[in-house]
């Protein structure tokens, strides 16, 4: 039912959508809902003490037009066809990028809930063929949602894997010799006595999942990230910015403050596009 209802909506122009967006559901989420708006204002009032009271006001009303814009754009993207979408989400020139990959049998792509990240799956389209695509993702509780949301984030090319099954499948791919790379959302809060690399990040100690290194030094693929923008509605731009291209040459936590910091200067260049309403600094290091 949840998926033929998508169907149908997806249908519908563009224009449209940004119509609900912006006269339906940006106005439930912040004013009627107020959807998370404690959580958000919090984390936007301890990311950032030197801006005003009114300069974070702003932030957050761009935050919940774009959650908005987030929410139908995916819908729209059901029946995208691959052209609009490799038009609408711009991969920066990726010859450095396949370079690395070709070479080393596989990469690390370490992403995070900046703009639209489901569309960052079209990214099949731009690396080398024959690179396969495993994209890391928790199973949803709702077995309609879990159903719809594969659907969503299969249609292009990509295969979904959840996380406890993802060391077994790049064993598979490695030993069958196909070349892959892996996405990975890595800004999630990992519980704080499993936690092995801590950052002051926004001006809090912060703990981060560290799957992406530990992957890319098991089986030495390059890893970088997704440094996202977002030049107009409708249209995102990822640069992969390179984090390690011999990561078993690094240090412990490396890999992961370095993704931190990348995280961090592209929070700040436009702070809009991060997921404020998650309760991403819940957990201190004293809780470990």
């Known amino acids: 039912m949840l998926k033929a209802l998508v169907s149908i909506l997806s249908r519908l122009p563009l224009g449209v959508h940004y119509w609900f967006a912006d006269w339906l559901i940006y106005p439930l989420m912040y004013h009627v809902v107020r959807y998370r708006r404690k959580v958000a204002d919090?984390?936007?009032?301890?990311?950032?003490?030197?801006?005003?009271?009114?300069?974070?006001?702003q932030v957050a009303r761009d935050f919940y037009h774009q959650l908005s814009d987030t929410i139908v754009e995916n819908i729209y993207g059901y029946r995208c066809s691959d052209e609009e979408m490799r038009e609408r989400v711009v991969f920066a020139p990726m010859d450095e990028v396949n370079r690395l990959i070709d070479a080393a049998g596989g990469g690390i792509f370490m992403l995070a809930h900046m703009g639209n990240w489901e569309w960052l799956a079209s990214v099949q389209q731009w690396v080398s063929p024959g690179v396969k695509e495993l994209n890391v993702y928790r199973k949803q509780k709702n077995a309609s949602m879990d159903a719809l949301m594969l659907d969503i984030r299969s249609r292009r090319g990509g295969e979904c894997v959840e996380k406890q099954r993802i060391l077994r499948e790049m064993v598979r791919c490695r030993a069958n010799k196909q070349p892959v790379t892996i996405g990975l959302i890595s800004d999630q809060k990992p519980r704080p006595e499993v936690t092995r690399t801590w950052v002051e990040f926004l001006h809090q100690e912060t703990g981060f999942l560290d799957g992406g290194e530990m992957l890319s030094r098991k089986f030495g693929y390059p890893v970088f990230y997704a440094y996202i923008t977002h030049p107009e509605r409708g249209y995102y731009k990822c640069d992969f910015r390179l984090i390690a291209a011999q990561p078993a040459q690094t240090q412990d936590g490396e890999i992961t403050t370095a993704y931190a910091r990348l995280l961090e200067e592209n929070i700040k260049a436009q702070p809009a596009l991060w997921l404020w309403t998650h309760n991403r600094f819940q957990w201190k290091r004293s809780e470990s």
């Open 42 to 57: 919090k984390n936007l009032r301890d990311s950032f003490p030197e801006k005003s009271n009114q300069e974070r006001r």
